[in-house]
């Protein structure tokens, strides 16, 4: 497991998640979430409509989030948009992408977080790997795009349709 260090008001907390521990450490990072958003200012995430041979979409369910979505999340330090969707979609869902995924938009996300933006990709190409439910993603599966499970979000729903209908993607989320 990798460390995850904390540098919360001078203090520096070393944590190593483990199965006892992650649901204190989703605690933790959901109560200072607000603290790093104001600090950081912009904030980046990325989402990926992810399709299979069928036509259908994959979506999860998150335990500290209402509603279905598609897999993702936030773009790290460091990280470039495309290691970020691609590890977001392995640990969501046991999905390896398989070349490169296709930029769908950029889209402002001030509704929900003031200052944050989402980049969303469209993945027809992949493999999957064993995976089972986690802390953190309550449900995943592959859905047809004309029968969404109840609850799935409106902006899931806003991407979906603009892929499936070549509609030009807003500039909101």
Not at 151 to 167: F, L, N
């Amino acid at each position: 497991m990798r460390k995850i260090c904390f540098i919360l008001l001078g203090f520096t907390v070393i944590a190593r998640p483990t199965q006892g521990h992650a649901m204190a450490s989703r605690f933790h990072l959901l109560l200072m979430q607000p603290w790093f958003r104001l600090r950081r200012g912009m904030t980046l995430g990325v989402r990926a409509a992810v399709f299979d041979e069928e036509g259908r979409i994959f979506l999860v369910r998150h335990s500290y989030a209402p509603g279905w979505l598609l897999p993702g999340g936030g773009v790290e330090r460091g990280e470039t948009i495309y290691d970020a969707v691609s590890r977001e979609v392995k640990e969501e869902g046991g999905i390896v992408i398989e070349g490169t995924p296709v930029f769908h938009g950029l889209f402002s996300n001030d509704a929900k977080f003031r200052g944050d933006h989402v980049v969303c990709f469209v993945i027809r190409k992949f493999s999957r790997q064993a995976w089972k439910p986690t802390v953190e993603i309550k449900e995943a599966g592959f859905f047809p795009v004309t029968g969404l499970p109840d609850g799935t979000t409106g902006g899931t729903r806003r991407r979906i349709a603009e892929i499936t209908t070549g509609t030009r993607p807003s500039a909101h989320w």
